[in-house]
């Protein structure tokens, strides 16, 4: 395995329930009324109620924030008790630990079973190809597990640029839809069945079926990628434009804030398709007491109670993270007439 190297009008009052106010900001994440990490768990917090009419079970998934003074064992071990819970996947921030979220993720990959992986990532810092690469490696890692939440933009990565890019002189919006086109076509370009290692004939792989992306948009790609296609066809994209699961249009993912969740049914009735949970675990922790009530409170108190109301879609041992979402995978692009890579 050498080769592998590196989510309107119907949901205003899903809007109230997730966010101070109506506005999200501006890569699509309402702003969560409280987060779990700044609390500690008080007998006299407010009782986590559920009413009696769910619609449907839905994806739940929660998104790290924070944790800068986190070592990457603090995650680890976060990562460890949400696999262990039915949280269907993780969303890492673009600064957890101090680290790049796909290199911390490809750590927890190993460490971790069933969850799914979602990493952030915006093509203002990082060019198609690379997020490309390192997203599919992440596939491969976690065994059909991983996903990238794309951003339109990062302040935590924008070097100085504002809302510019290091890559190409575009609007975030017309960048970010580029870019979400171009990786998804890098990922097709080699595909696994491709890859025979025939010891007979010393065939690695049969090189007349890789292909080039040759992407001509904003951003310019040829491919074709160094990583096969992965485990689940593709990653998961969650995102706008051509995205598997939409983040910022109604009956998409909805972000939510832990003491929120007691308005679950609001939020389904509304049609939206997933719920993401913001887990704060801030910037200045003691780590040996918050950040295991962070984990220990949605784990142990809030979580069980979705689950028992029959909220929460359950996982199934060993599915891909497509499954889970059900998520097919998109019959576009097409690059059975692109150039092959090795004429």
């Known amino acids: 395995m050498s080769w592998i190297t590196g989510f309107a009008s119907g949901l205003r009052r899903v ?24 609390h500690r768990a008080t007998a006299d917090r407010k009782a986590i109620t ?12 929660v998104r790290l924030l924070g944790a800068s003074t986190a070592g990457v064992r603090d995650v680890a071990a976060a990562a460890e008790k949400l696999d262990a819970s039915e949280t269907g996947f993780v969303v890492l921030g673009s600064s957890i630990a101090g680290l790049e979220p796909s290199t911390l993720a490809s750590y927890l990959a190993r460490r971790t079973t069933n969850i799914g992986v979602v990493v952030e ?17 992440l596939d491969h890692l976690s065994r059909g597990r991983a996903g990238w939440w794309v951003l339109h933009d990062d302040p935590k990565t924008e070097l100085g640029l504002g809302l510019g890019s290091s890559w190409v002189d575009a609007s975030s919006e017309d960048r970010t839809l580029d870019a979400i086109t171009a990786v998804r076509a890098l990922w097709r370009t080699w595909p696994v069945s491709s890859v025979v290692g025939d010891l007979t004939s010393n065939i690695f792989t049969h090189a007349d079926e890789i292909r080039h992306a040759d992407h001509d948009g904003i951003f310019s790609t040829a491919g074709p990628l160094t990583v096969p296609t992965t485990p689940q066809g593709e990653p998961v994209v969650f995102g706008p434009g051509s995205s598997d699961i939409p983040v910022d249009v109604p009956h998409g993912v909805v972000s939510v804030g832990i003491d929120d969740i007691d308005t679950i049914d609001e939020i ?29 409170r949605w784990t142990h108190d809030v979580l069980p109670r979705l689950v028992e109301r029959g909220v929460v879609r359950r996982r199934l041992p060993g599915s891909t993270l497509r499954d889970y979402l059900r998520a097919g995978l998109p019959a576009e692009p097409d690059l059975s007439t692109r150039r092959p890579a090795f004429a």
């Open 121 to 137: 990532a915006a093509a203002q810092r990082d060019h198609p190809y690379n997020i490309a690469r390192r997203v599919a490696s």
């Open 268 to 296: 389904v009735g509304a049609g939206a398709a997933g719920v993401v949970v913001h887990l704060d675990l801030g910037t200045e922790l003691d780590l040996g007491t918050e950040l295991d009530s962070s984990i220990d």
């Open 50 to 61: 559920v009413s009696p009419s769910v619609h449907e079970q839905v994806p739940v998934g």
């Open 15 to 38: 809007a109230r329930v997730g966010a101070t106010s109506n506005r999200a900001d501006r890569n699509g994440f309402p702003t969560p009324k409280r987060s779990i990490g700044l």
